[in-house]
């Protein structure tokens, strides 16, 4: 893992000071999601706990590639280090990441690193040695101005650019959008994320690559919601060997493999691929090259779900630590609400999990009132049928519920029951079947108030509609 050190900060915003972990040292060979994190700009971006700004922490950097024999360290300048404590400062660095290193595996390279002036000349050499040329970069840089001229003006502006940039406007420059959103909305810049995400659907709507775009994704969509339907289709008595023989038979449609990949992952574990290597031993040939092929395939889907479900929960985990350092748990969660979601609560449940494991009283009850006031907030900002669903689940008997649909179910209208019925139906997915029929129950009372025909039928419905617990 990347090496870190804990450092107390002072927010320029607020005042406040807080403790915050500054990353020094970045090791590729051990934290591959490291350079991804460096090159997008989210290393060293840390958020006040108190006021919710995000500022980006200047600080010595050695980044280490041993795939690539490249070591690089770069000293701010705005730090004004002496000559004699800037080598100090580059013989730590280098003297943490070679003690790090098995003895065996140090090689020539790590005695003589390369030293970059600014950040952006390091960003440059880790570019240089990933094979991407200055050219290339700078039909990147070209393609980023051409980004900042749309972020420029207004939306009515934007057909003329249209016609005067069009050139540039290809699939990498669409993708080149989205990440630079995500980006935006993982470092504090909410409003020139949704800006970002308003010139991408423009661009979608208006370009070629836009419109094939759309029909990739349709197409994909289909064929997922097409395997998920087989899936499904097969029950609960689907065997390994079903499995299997569904995905060597869609081996050579690699959209379905995917589809299957991420809907399947659990299944795809150690004993599948045990199962799969003793089929390719059995095979010869062709058949036998058309099963190697579909493994390898397999194995590197599952490392890209993989690293995509960590980015994930690492997200998650970095929410709540910002949110349980905080002195204002209310003022920490509120402006981090679309960040509230099934993955940040799973972790938010493990860690009082683990804390309860560990005896560690303090840091539970801590936890525990982080999950409390998210509760409250999460009700509170809820829409007023979601509102009246959860009062209607906290209550202790269905009698009690039955007095509160008498006296405010009729307000709500149909749409109740709608809603109703999503969250049933969402509850039977997350596997929570007795919530799931008092649901049910209630929905069923409702009906006879909200409207003449009841509208809720034992099978599940749309689950999009989500609710709080």
């Known amino acids: 893992m990347s090496q870190v050190v804990r450092t107390t900060l002072g927010c320029p915003r607020c005042g406040n000071n807080f403790q915050a972990v500054i990353e020094q040292v970045i090791d590729v060979g051990r934290d591959p999601q490291a350079k991804a994190r460096f090159l997008a700009g989210r290393v060293n971006m840390v958020t006040c706990p108190n006021c919710g700004h995000t500022m980006a922490v200047g600080t010595p950097l050695l980044y280490h590639d ?52 600014t950040l952006p000349g390091m960003i440059d050499m880790i570019l240089d040695a990933d094979g991407i040329t200055p050219e290339m970069r700078e039909a990147q840089r070209h393609k980023m101005q051409v980004l900042n001229m749309f972020l420029q003006v207004g939306p009515d502006q934007w057909p003329g650019l249209l016609e005067e940039q069009g050139e540039h406007l290809d699939a990498e420059f669409l993708q080149m959008i989205l990440v630079t959103a995500e980006n935006a909305a993982e470092t504090g810049k909410p409003q020139l994320a949704e800006a970002l995400v308003a010139v991408y659907n423009f661009l979608i709507e208006n370009t070629s690559a836009g419109q094939q775009l759309m029909e990739a994704a349709q197409q994909q969509e ?104 905080s002195e204002d748990i209310d003022a920490a969660i509120h402006p981090r609400l679309d960040q509230i979601d099934d993955t940040f609560m799973a972790v938010l449940q493990a860690n009082i999990q683990a804390a309860n494991q560990h005896n560690d009283q303090a840091t539970a009850e801590r936890l525990q009132l982080v999950l409390q006031k998210v509760l409250e907030i999460l009700q509170d900002s809820a829409p007023p049928h979601l509102r009246f669903i959860n009062e209607l689940m906290s209550m202790e008997s269905d009698e009690d519920a039955h007095e509160m649909i008498v006296e405010r179910g009729p307000e709500f209208g149909p749409e109740l029951l709608d809603l109703m019925n999503a969250v049933a139906a969402d509850l039977d997915e997350s596997e929570q079947p007795d919530a799931a029929d008092r649901m049910r129950r209630l929905a069923d009372i409702a009906a006879e108030y909200v409207s003449d025909t009841p509208r809720f039928p034992a099978a599940a419905a749309d689950p999009r509609h989500r609710h709080e617990h």
């Open 66 to 117: 041993p795939h690539k024999d490249l070591m690089i360290i770069y000293v701010p300048m705005e730090l004004n280090v002496a000559p004699q404590e800037r080598e100090r400062i580059i013989g730590d660095m280098t003297r943490r990441l070679t003690d790090s290193i098995p003895q065996e595996q140090r090689r020539a390279y790590l005695l003589t690193p390369r030293q970059a002036l």
């Open 222 to 325: 289909e064929t997922v919601r097409a395997v998920a339907e087989e899936l499904q289709a097969m029950g609960e008595d689907m065997t390994r060997d079903d499995l299997m023989n569904l995905i060597i038979r869609y081996a050579d449609d690699d959209t379905r493999v995917q589809a299957i990949a991420s809907l399947m992952r659990p299944a795809l574990d150690y004993q599948f691929f045990q199962d799969l290597s003793t089929k390719i031993e059995l095979r010869t040939g062709e058949e036998r090259h058309k099963l190697e092929q579909l493994r390898a395939r397999l194995l590197e889907l599952l490392s890209i779900i993989d690293q995509q479900t960590q980015v994930v929960l690492q997200r998650a985990a970095d929410t709540l630590r910002v949110i349980l350092n």
